[in-house]
C-alpha cells in the first residue's frame, strides 16, 4: 500500500501541497528489510538492484541522489542500506527528497537554472535508523516514517530464507503491474469522488491519532495511504 501510494502522491501533489515521504525499514541482517523494498518497487517496476530502474543502493552523494530522482513522478523508488551513503549532511537530503527538488543554482551567467520535480514515495532501508543520523529538527519527523524490522522482537518479515529467496524471485519476474492498474483507476474516478475518499481518510487519521503537534500536517500523508487502501478493496478486483 505505501508503494502504491505513490500513484495518489503524484496526483495529489500540487493541489494539497504534499511532501515526498521517506519510509525507512531499518533492522538486523536477515529480518526481511531489502525483501519488503523489493516487493514494494515491484508494483511499478524492476525491483533489482543490478539494473538502473526504481531500486539502487544508497552509495551515492546528495547530488547524485537527486539527480536519479529528477523526471520522477507517481511511482515508488526504493534506496537500500542507509549506511552506504556517502553524503555529508543527510538531513539536507531529507529535505530535498521531500520537497521534490534540487537546491537552486545559477549557471555561468548567473542566471537561475530550471529544477526538475519529481514526486515519489521513497522506500529505504538499513541496520540503523534514518532520524538517528539525522539533526532532529521536529520536522524530520513529518518526512520520515520509521518502521522496525526486529527479529528478536518481532520475529522476521518473512517466514524463512527460503521463502525470502521465493518471494524475491517473483518479484524480478513479475512487476509493473499494480501501479499502472491503480493509476487507470483513478483516471475514470472524479475529482468529487477523490475529494469525498481524501477527506473521509484525513478525518479517520486525525480522529485515531494521539499525537497533537504534527497531526494536521502529518495527515495528508496518511490520509493518502489509507486512501490508497480503500480504493484499492473498493475498485479492485
Known amino acids: 500500500v505505501i508503494a502504491l501510494s505513490a500513484v495518489l502522491f503524484g496526483y495529489f501533489r500540487e493541489q494539497k501541497d504534499l511532501m515526498n515521504p521517506i519510509v525507512h525499514i531499518c533492522g538486523d541482517s536477515s529480518s526481511g528489510k531489502s525483501t519488503a523494498l523489493m516487493a514494494g518497487i515491484a508494483t511499478a517496476g524492476n525491483p533489482s538492484l543490478m539494473v538502473n530502474g526504481l531500486a539502487k543502493s544508497w552509495k551515492s552523494t546528495g547530488n547524485a541522489f537527486i539527480g536519479s530522482l529528477k523526471g520522477i513522478h507517481g511511482v515508488p523508488v526504493g534506496r537500500d542500506e542507509l549506511s552506504m551513503y556517502s553524503g555529508s549532511n543527510l538531513s539536507d537530503l531529507v529535505y530535498q527528497i521531500s520537497q521534490g527538488r534540487d537546491k537552486e543554482r545559477l549557471d555561468k551567467d548567473s542566471r537561475l537554472m530550471d529544477t526538475d520535480p519529481f514526486t515519489t514515495v521513497m522506500i529505504s532501508t538499513g541496520e540503523c535508523s534514518m532520524l538517528s543520523k539525522c539533526s532532529g529538527?521536529?520536522?524530520?519527523?513529518?518526512?520520515?516514517?520509521?518502521?522496525?524490522?526486529?527479529?528478536?522482537?518481532?520475529?522476521?518479515?518473512?517466514?524463512?530464507?527460503?521463502?525470502?529467496?521465493?518471494?524475491?524471485?517473483?518479484?524480478?519476474?513479475?512487476?509493473?503491474?499494480?501501479?499502472?492498474?491503480?493509476?487507470?483507476?483513478?483516471?475514470?474516478?472524479?475529482?468529487?469522488?477523490?475529494?469525498?475518499?481524501?477527506?473521509?481518510?484525513?478525518?479517520?487519521?486525525?480522529?485515531?491519532?494521539?499525537?497533537?503537534?504534527?497531526?494536521?500536517?502529518?495527515?495528508?500523508?496518511?490520509?493518502?495511504?489509507?486512501?490508497?487502501?480503500?480504493?484499492?478493496?473498493?475498485?479492485?478486483?
Request: proline share 0%; glycine share 2%; net charge neutral.
Open 137 to 237: 529538527n521536529t520536522g524530520l519527523y513529518l518526512r520520515i516514517i520509521e518502521l522496525k524490522a526486529d527479529v528478536s522482537e518481532n520475529g522476521s518479515w518473512t517466514l524463512s530464507a527460503d521463502n525470502a529467496e521465493k518471494l524475491k524471485k517473483a518479484c524480478l519476474t513479475h512487476y509493473g503491474k499494480a501501479c499502472s492498474k491503480l493509476a487507470y483507476v483513478i483516471s475514470k474516478m472524479t475529482e468529487d469522488e477523490l475529494e469525498v475518499y481524501f477527506q473521509k481518510y484525513r478525518q479517520m487519521y486525525l480522529d485515531n491519532t494521539s499525537v497533537s503537534k504534527l497531526k494536521d500536517r502529518a495527515s495528508l500523508t496518511y490520509a493518502m495511504f489509507l486512501m490508497t487502501a480503500a480504493i484499492m478493496n473498493d475498485k479492485l478486483d
